[in-house]
Each structure stands twice: as C-alpha cells, then as structure tokens.
C-alpha cells in the first residue's frame, strides 16, 4: 500500500474520503505534510485516477521524484506516460503535415490549447496529453480549407453535420486520413457567440510565435492564452479535468501579464465569470499559488451562494456532478449578466423552435 504525506486543508475524515485525490494533488507538487502521511490507498485506483484527469505523465514524474513513497504506482504511471508520449508523437506528425496543408492554401492560422502548451510550459511531451489538434482560421476560409483537406483525403463532415456545427458551434470536427488517423478541430471563435462577445479578429492580431517540436507557429498571446484556458475550463464545467487546472497553474506562475488589459477584455468579452470559476479552480486544487491579480476575479454574492449549493470537499473538483436543472443553473451563473442569461436562453429557445419545424439548426444524425 501507498504511504503517503499530503496537506489536508479541511477534516480528517474529508482527507480520508478523497485520499486520492489528495496523493495526485501531492504528485502534482501540491504541498504535503505531515511525515507519517495517511496509509491505505490503492495504487490501481490512484493511477485511474490519474488517468482520468490526465494528469499521468505529471504524477509519474512526480512519483519518480518523491520515491519510494509512491513505487506501488510508479508501473501504471510509468505506462500511461509512455502512451502519452505515443500519442502525442502521432499528433504532432499529423499538425505538421496539416500545417503545410494550410500554408500551401495560404490559410492564416493560430495553435489552440495542448499543441501551443507544449513546449510553452511543458518541457517534456508527454507531460501533458492531447486528444486532438486545434487550429483556429478566419471563419471565411472554411471552405477554401474544406475542399484542400477533401481533396488529401481527410474525413470530412456530412453536409449536415457541417451546417449544424457552423449555426450550433464555432468549430468544424475533421479527420486525419493517415494510417493512424487523428481528430483535428478547426475554430472560427473561442466560445458559442450567445455565450461571449469574443472578437476572433483580436485574436490573431494578438498573435505571438512559438516554436514546437522545430517548427515555427503562432500561439494566443499571453493574455488572450490565459483568458482562453479559463473559459475552456469553464465551458467544460460537467466533467472538469485537473490538466486543464494545471495548464492554468503553470501559466500563471510562467511570468508577468498585463492584468488591465485581461480585466478590459474579460469584460468586453463576456467571460469575467469563467474567469472566477477557473482561477477559483486554481486556488482550491493549489492553495496559495494563485497570484494575487487574479484574485479579482470574484462570482457576486448571488453566484456565490447559488453555487455553494453544489461544491464539494473534494479538492480535485470544485463541485459536485451537476445533471438536469442543475446543470442548466450552473451554465446560466457562469455568464457574466442576466442579460447574457436572457440572451442566451433567447438563442435556443429560437433554435429548438426551428428544429421544431424542420427550418434550422437540425443535429446530425
């Protein structure tokens, strides 16, 4: 069994509940004390568990640095790390050779999340996993870059597909036709427009280069970056995974930004509460690591109090499981007004209208 040391900010008992979950906080760097630790965790467990925030690559790394008090989990984090190292590789080759695809179609185009993370504030690649590729293009290049990557071969969407996801989303899901095939996402916004009032135009003026894996791309500029991973991990907000806190951690300690700046346009935007819940996130997970900046970031007391209604002790997760009505509450507080609530809610009430008679915005099959 694991013998581990970890900080356990609220009761014995809550410690005990979610020993897990503290032991890969541990890993993670969360600071632990005391040294007799609590005993009785299960390694399989632990490394599911990992695995399922994929946070594997980070605990293996971690484990291999505190030994031997984690060597029970050392083998399972060990191969989920190798996988990601697997993976990742496979995604890269399949970003650079769609890169080139765009470059010849003299598409302009900015990374997204994982792939401009790497080796931004991952030193080693299979620290943290990707599941896709995102690009983001000018949404009037779309069908220039569609009939480019019909034409090599890619895996296209249905012609309902594609217009369900131009009215429905801000992205278009294609895949890779190579031998391994891989899942590539192309962006035209950050977030559903009823949702924010994200100017994508911004975003590529913003634009900053970054090299990955020895060759040249474009990233979010740092403010535009870390307003992004807030409003991803917010978006994301039934099923939150721990990398996404620690991609946002390891931002937020990479250096300094232009606070006015990131207050002006979160504002602008929309996403002043994504911001609250994510950088909340940060602070729950990793107490006392949040830079004092961000903690303007705050919900109203309203907010604040509505969703203490589903908070959890667990320290790995900011709330418990919303479904149902509790899910559609937690959206709405995570907008920034209650025009944006009313405004949001009169999208979709004109789209399920629609879909209704067949007119518009009908899911593909």
């Not at 970003?95 to 993370?117: P, Q, Y």
């Not at 480019?148 to 369900?164: H, I, N, Q």
Request: aromatic share 8%.
């Amino acid at each position: 069994m694991i013998n581990a040391a970890m900080s356990t900010p609220g009761s014995t008992p809550s410690a005990a509940v979610h020993l897990h979950e503290y032991l890969m906080l541990s890993m993670m760097g969360r600071e632990s004390v005391p040294k007799e630790g609590i005993r009785g965790a299960d390694p399989a467990a632990l490394v599911d568990l990992c695995r399922a925030h994929r946070v594997a690559g980070i605990a293996h790394q971690g484990a291999t640095r505190l030994r031997p008090r984690y060597d029970s989990a050392l083998a399972g984090l060990r191969q989920a790390a190798h996988k990601t190292l697997v993976d990742n590789l496979v995604l890269l080759k399949a970003l650079k050779e769609t890169a080139a695809i765009l470059r010849a179609e003299k598409i302009d185009f900015v990374l997204l999340k994982g792939a401009s993370l790497l080796e931004l504030l991952y030193p080693e690649i299979q620290l943290r996993p990707m599941t896709d590729i995102d690009f983001l293009i000018h949404k009037g290049s779309w069908p220039r870059l569609a009939a480019a990557l019909r034409a090599k071969g890619f895996g296209m969407p249905s012609k309902e597909e594609e217009t369900f996801y131009r009215e429905t989303w801000y992205h278009q899901l294609v895949r890779s036709p190579w031998s391994v095939s891989t899942n590539l996402e192309f962006h035209w916004n950050l977030e559903s427009v009823e949702r924010s009032r994200i100017d994508p135009e911004d975003l590529f003026r913003r634009a900053v280069p970054c090299d990955l894996d020895g060759e040249s791309f474009k990233r979010l500029g740092d403010e535009d970056l870390l307003i992004h991973l807030s409003v991803h991990l917010a978006h994301h907000y039934q099923s939150p995974a721990l990398i996404w806190v620690e991609d946002l951690r390891r931002l937020l300690n990479r250096g300094s930004f232009d606070w006015e700046r990131i207050s002006e346009t979160a504002k602008a935007w929309g996403v002043q509460n994504c911001l609250a819940y994510s950088f909340g996130y940060v602070d729950r997970a990793f107490p006392g690591t949040l830079p004092g900046p961000a903690r303007r970031f705050q919900f109203s007391p309203l907010r604040r109090t509505l969703l203490g209604r589903v908070q959890t002790d667990n320290p790995a997760l900011p709330h418990a499981p919303v479904r149902g009505i509790k899910r559609h509450v937690v959206s709405m507080l995570l907008l920034d007004s209650w025009w944006d609530v009313a405004r949001y809610i009169a999208v979709h009430a004109r789209g399920r209208a629609a879909r209704a008679v067949g007119l518009g915005r009908r899911a593909p099959a």
